[in-house]
C-alpha cells in the first residue's frame, strides 16, 4: 500500500549508489537493484532512502569513519548496534516503519535489541542473495526489522522467493534446550524477566524446556 522502508547500504539500488559503507565504493551506482529490493518495490513499498552502516558490515557498532556514526535515537550517546545500525536507528526513531538490514552473525538481531524494534534473521536462502554486498557467501542473509512482529512479517512475505502463505504450525513436542551458566550470569533482573516470559510463552504453547548444560561454551 506505498508504506516506506529504507535499505541498509550494502543492498543494491540501481538509481543510488550502494556504498557498503566504504569509501572504495563511495560513488558506485549498480547496473541494477538487488533481488530483495526488486521484490519490495513490487509489492508496492516505497524507497524512503539508503541508511549508514558498519563498514562493510564488519562489526556490531555501526561507528563509521568515513560516513559518520549511526546514534542511537534513545540516547544519541550510545550506538544503535550493527552492523544493520541504520536501519534499527530509522525505525526506532519513527522515519520508517520497517527496513531491510542483512545479517551474518547478529547483524539484523543486535540493533533491533538496542533500539527497541524487531529484528529477523532468516534462514540462508529464504530470500534471494543476489545484490547484496556480501561478508561470507554461506552465511549472510538480508533481514527485516521493524516497529512490530506484525510489520517483520508483512516485509518477509513479500521477500520470501516462496511466499505462499502455510498454515499456522504447532510447536507441541518441540523441544528446547535452555543453558543456564554463562549466559544468566551478571543477567539485568529486569532482562530475566523478560526472557522468563517469552520461554513461559513457549511452555504454554506445547513447547519442551530443558535445563541443559554447556560448561566449555566460553571456550566455542
Request: hydrophobic share 35%.
Amino acid at each position: 500500500y506505498g508504506l516506506p522502508y529504507v535499505l541498509k547500504d550494502n543492498i543494491n539500488t540501481a538509481n543510488l549508489p550502494t556504498t557498503g559503507g566504504t569509501p572504495a565504493l563511495r560513488n558506485w551506482i549498480p547496473p541494477k537493484d538487488a533481488e530483495i529490493t526488486k521484490r519490495i518495490n513490487q509489492a508496492n513499498g516505497v524507497l524512503f532512502g539508503k541508511v549508514n552502516m558498519h563498514e562493510l558490515a564488519y562489526g556490531i557498532t555501526s561507528n563509521n569513519a568515513t560516513f559518520g556514526p549511526v546514534r542511537n535515537p534513545y540516547d544519541r550517546t550510545k550506538i544503535p548496534g550493527g552492523s544493520s545500525g541504520g536501519t534499527a536507528a530509522a525505525i526506532a526513531a519513527g522515519i520508517v516503519p520497517f527496513g531491510m538490514g542483512s545479517d551474518t552473525g547478529g547483524s539484523c538481531r543486535i540493533p533491533a535489541a538496542l533500539c527497541g524494534c524487531v529484528g529477523f534473521r532468516p534462514s540462508v536462502d529464504r530470500y534471494v542473495r543476489t545484490g547484496v554486498i556480501p561478508i561470507s557467501h554461506t552465511q549472510d542473509t538480508p533481514g527485516p526489522l521493524g516497529r512490530t512482529v506484525d510489520d517483520v512479517i508483512l516485509l518477509d512475505r513479500a521477500c520470501m522467493q516462496d511466499n505462499k502463505q502455510r498454515a499456522r504450525q504447532s510447536l507441541k513436542g518441540l523441544r528446547l534446550g535452555i543453558p543456564r551458566e554463562h549466559y544468566y550470569q551478571n543477567l539485568d533482573p529486569a532482562l530475566e524477566e523478560v526472557i522468563n516470559k517469552g520461554l513461559g510463552k513457549l511452555s504454554d504453547a506445547g513447547v519442551e524446556l530443558l535445563e541443559v548444560s554447556i560448561t566449555n561454551v566460553r571456550q566455542l
